[in-house]
């Protein structure tokens, strides 16, 4: 059988085969988000229920499988509330009533054939033919009653579905009731056309479900429930206790060993949903260690139910809650008892930035001995790095003449620095006549040679 969706667990043949429970569930408790379809605007239909009011049903073409599974249920309990189940049962029993009525005049005796009682045995028979054809009427109406019914049944669930999932109930319905051999959920081969009813529309949905589950999904989901679920860190009890409550409901309506070919005579049907006591326990199993001791403290008994397990645990969350933010205030306020600058930018360091400043290199105090004892700055250079003195103390050449005019003083300002600043603006004036001069020469070359250029061409 193909399958109208993405498969939830990526089963191999022989992972199902053998029955391994530790693999994925059927349903998790978070879906996966690599296998959530992508969300597209469904078709919806508008049903009149048995009340006289509608209800607006999704018509299901694609989705995750428990979407699926969920659509499901919806169907069953559209069909119930259209009526179409109890009606079902009404003119079962009526046509059970008409053909025990009618076995009975069936076998009815016949009475003495003295002359004195023909007159009343002919009365008594023409009243046994009238019960036989009225109980006739009776269970004929009551058996196409039945037929309209069914087939309404059918068609409440066909017009649901589109897509691959339409296709594949096409299939189910025909090998099911149009071949002259049908197979059940269990896989045992029947000779003849199989009539619609009840059980066999069942048989159908079960079917169609195997499509999109392995036929032990049931087992499997009980198995992730006691074992494989733990409450998420960031989930509140309250939301917890309501996923693990939807999980637990959904257990009914999925695929059974039991139903499969590959069950015994021993096998146990897995779609039974857990009791009430079972699952508070599963629930409280599935906490932190530290809030079931806390549980166990106050309370001498297993939980009962859910339902009054969970004002107990929201008290148990509200403690653990407050004691965490204290440990983690005491812990922050250690931290910056330990390190007060802590956090907090250093002078001159950007905001945000670190408060540790890069290290200074270390200053080297430099002393020239020769510049000390002989004059001189002695404090720019070491000794032997003087340019000023020799060994001997004697001044060298380049410190010890007088600038020389042409280059630049050692000091500016005095009267040195006013000499050299007059020097400069005489040399820019210079410059400046000089630039002038010129100008005036290449103007007056200009006009000559346009002179002469303009005769020639006149000749």
Known sequence: MSVPLKSPEGLRDSECEKGNLGIRPPIPYVPPTDLLPVKEKHETLKIKVLDGTSTTMKIFSVGSPEEYLGHIMAVLSLIDRKGLRDQLIKHVNEKKNAEATLAALQQKPIGPKDKSSKKDQGNSEDSDDVERKQTKEILKTAMKQYGEVIATTYE?????????????????????????????????????????????????????????????AAERQRYYIQQGIRKPTRASVRQFISRVQQLSGYIEYLPTLKDSPRAVATTKRGNVPFEAADLASIILAALPLSWQNQYNMTHSTVPESPRVLMPELENIERVMMERYNGDKQKSKDKAVAASPNKGKPGKGSPNGGSSKSAPKKARTEKFCQRC?????????????????????????????????????????????????????????????????????KRKKRDYRDDSSSSSSDSE
């Open 156 to 216: 409440v669930v066909r017009s649901l579905l589109a897509g691959e999932p339409l296709t594949q109930w096409d299939r189910i319905v025909q090998e099911m009731h149009e071949s002259d051999s049908w197979a059940g959920p269990d896989g045992k081969e029947n000779t003849g056309v199989r009539p619609k009813g009840w059980k066999a529309f069942l048989d159908c949905v079960e079917l169609h479900k195997l499509t999109v589950f392995p036929p032990d």
């Open 372 to 440: 000390k004892t002989h004059g001189g700055s002695y404090q720019t250079h070491n000794t032997n790095e003087c340019r000023r003195y020799d060994k001997d103390g004697k001044p060298t050449g380049q410190f010890g003449s007088k600038p020389s005019e042409k280059h630049k003083p050692f000091k500016k300002g005095g009267e040195k620095g006013l000499a050299y600043m007059t020097s400069m603006l005489e040399a820019i004036a210079k410059g400046q006549k000089k630039a002038a001069k010129k100008g005036k």
